[in-house]
């Protein structure tokens, strides 16, 4: 059992940055590989970021590659996702999960998540 709570979406420019946060509750964050899907309305929900449970090895969706970056820092219960050079089309509610498989994309592998973080981008 763990709990997700994603926090520092806003409105921003295009060209603009923005960093989320997931904080979360109890068992702790090592045990858990977690990654960030973001949904826009009348579309699927799409995978954004991962990162692995022991080294920190992070992989994306090419729609963010280069752009994106995630990290973890396990001391503080708290994953992160670095967002620059931000597009209108990134406009969506932004999710952080949890999953016990050791990397994944699928959104069906991910038994917990949070209540997601509004991220507009304006043109």
């Known amino acids: 059992q763990v709990q997700l709570v994603e926090s520092g979406g806003g409105l921003v420019q295009a060209g603009g940055s923005l960093r989320l946060s997931c904080a979360t509750s109890?068992?702790?964050?090592?045990?858990?590989?977690m990654g960030w899907f973001r949904q826009a309305p009348g579309k699927e929900r799409q995978f954004v970021a991962g990162?692995?449970?022991?080294?920190?090895?992070?992989y994306y969706a090419d729609s963010v590659k280069g752009r994106f970056t995630m990290s973890r820092d396990n001391a503080k219960n708290t994953v992160y996702l670095q967002m620059n050079s931000l597009k209108p089309d990134d406009t969506a509610v932004y999710y952080c999960?949890?999953?016990?498989?050791?990397?994944?994309?699928?959104?069906?592998?991910?038994?917990?998540w949070g209540q997601g973080t509004q991220v507009t981008v304006s043109s």
């Open positions: 990162i692995s449970r022991s080294y920190g090895f992070t």
């Open positions: 109890g068992r702790t964050l090592s045990s858990y590989g």
């Open positions: 999960a949890a999953r016990e498989v050791a990397r994944s994309t699928n959104p069906l592998e991910y038994k917990y």
